[in-house]
């Protein structure tokens, strides 16, 4: 109850704002209908179960979500992944799905997620969204064109068959087809139609022209289904064994990664366009509540909706008021013109999903990073992109986001520099503390960077460079943030390679998180405790016990060593202290 919380002490859910909510309302749910009806068939469902998962959806998001503007129904993302599960596994395999991942949002929030699930990279979220869009253009020929029913388990294998049945289409669903495409398209640019939604216009065109001239061979709903039933649902439990729990995992995960992606992005645009700030772990509790409500009243999975959650905020949508009265709105239309539905041809419905799959397929975006974007982006945008296509969603997103991942760690790596620092980097330093110059047979080398195991590399191969054994090396952890469990295991190897050929190695400068580490791993007792110090200083003071005997040129260093030791405790730092380099 976040949103409404907040709606309410913003004075959202005053009478003053009534009215553009319900305006708002009102045109989301004509919106909705459509849409709702065109996802559930191009899923394997039946229409009135796209408008259940709205209405249910819909009205828990609003008053459950994290976001105020938000609007929950079926999406045009989902379509690939529900089709193939309902192809599978049925009508209940999908239910079941559904509520497991509804489950897997809820602990998601729970265990407060959202903000990692929104680390996942554009390059891959444009990839995968892009094929998604074209799997649902190619999927709805058969509708469009009136073509015969093609089958294949992979892409390239219904892309073939439906390029043979081409030559067969079907001129009047062609002919309604291309007149709805034409109204969707156009609609929204004239100006006393702006105010009407397109994709209702042309259901609204398309099903009174069937309806008066009754075409034959024009599928339509009533043809196709028996037409909607007139009424809510009854409340049913989907059927739960053990073994469909164990085979749906993995179709369950995909649908619960999905919609946590596609609504935290709805509510990123949401704050984006109205200026507000939406809680992401509130956000997937909303809509683990959703889907596991949802098929217990005869619908599927659902998520937050891009484009009617833009449509409400442009007409005036303030609070989840109007997210409960678009889903009231459904609940109307469904039980006063569920008869009239038998008209509406499917060709209607693919040529509205024809615009939401442009519309998804972000093409101008997607042009443009390819031609702005690095080449390692570029690769994971077409891999993530291919995978979509041509193999499986998951594939695609899982390894699209680990090609992302390791070239996000080569890049890291390539920035952690490990480099000797000779009297040339260290003059302002040396010149500070009065010394000449640097001891004789000391030598310093600075890391610079996170110490993990992809700069490990970096670090031995500057070691290993070390032609001339020092009496005493001193290692600058000044500029290290943190050090992982591969990075300590190499430092301790070095450390003991470097004890054996009787060299000293100080650590200076370690954040206070670096050196508990250290601490915990044992470095500091194989190095001995004395030799972690706060700064560069102390560690030159320490060299003065190490470096034996002294040339002439020297003594101006032993003297500042002698007054820094009457000045200071010679013993590391404490592991709360402060570190004074920083």
Known sequence: MIAMLEAHRAGLLGRQH???NLVAGIIVGVVALPLAMAFAIASGA??????????????????????????????????????????????????????????MLLLFGLARLGTVIKFIPDPVVVGFTSG????????????????????????????????????????????????????????????????VPGPLLALLAATTLQAVFEFHGVATIGSAFGGIPRGLPPLTLPEISLSAVITLIGPAFTIAMLGAIESLLSAVVADGMAGTRHDANQELIGQGIANLLTPLFGGFAATGAIARTATNIRNGGSSPLAGIVHALTLIAILLVLAPLAVHIPLAALAAILFVVAWNMSELPHFAQMMRRAPRADVAVLLVTFTLTVFADLVVAVNIGVILAILQFLRRMAASVEVAQQGEPELAQELTRLGLPALP???????????????????????????????????????????????GLQALEEAIHALHKRGVRVILSGANTRVQSKLQRA?????????YCVADFEAALALCAAQVAPLPVHAHAWLEASRQYLARHVRHAAPAGQENDDA
């Open 440 to 486: 004789p047979g000391v030598q310093v080398y600075a890391v610079e960077g996170p110490f993990f195991f992809g700069a490990v590399e970096n670090f031995e191969r500057a070691l290993a460079s070390i032609h001339a054994d020092p009496r005493v090396l001193i290692l600058r952890l000044k500029w290290v943030p943190f050090i992982d469990i591969t």
């Open 132 to 195: 998604i869009a074209v799997i649902i253009w190619v999927g709805q020929w058969k509708d469009f064109f009136g073509l015969p029913a093609v089958s294949g388990a992979h892409f390239h294998e219904k892309l073939w068959q439906l390029l043979q049945a081409l030559p067969h289409w079907h001129p009047a669903t062609t002919g309604v087809a291309l007149l709805a495409l034409l109204i969707t398209l156009l609609a929204p640019r004239v100006r006393l139609l702006q105010r």
């Open 46 to 103: 039946k229409p009135e179960q796209g408008l259940y998962t709205a209405i249910v959806a819909g009205l828990v998001v609003s008053l459950c979500g994290g976001s105020r503007l938000q609007i929950a129904g079926p999406t045009g993302a989902f379509i690939v992944i529900l089709s193939g599960i309902t192809a599978r596994y049925g009508m209940a395999g999908l239910q079941l799905a559904t509520l497991m991942a509804g489950a």
């Open 522 to 530: 044992g470095v500091l007792d194989q190095i001995g405790q004395e």
């Open 18 to 20: 009534w009215l553009r």
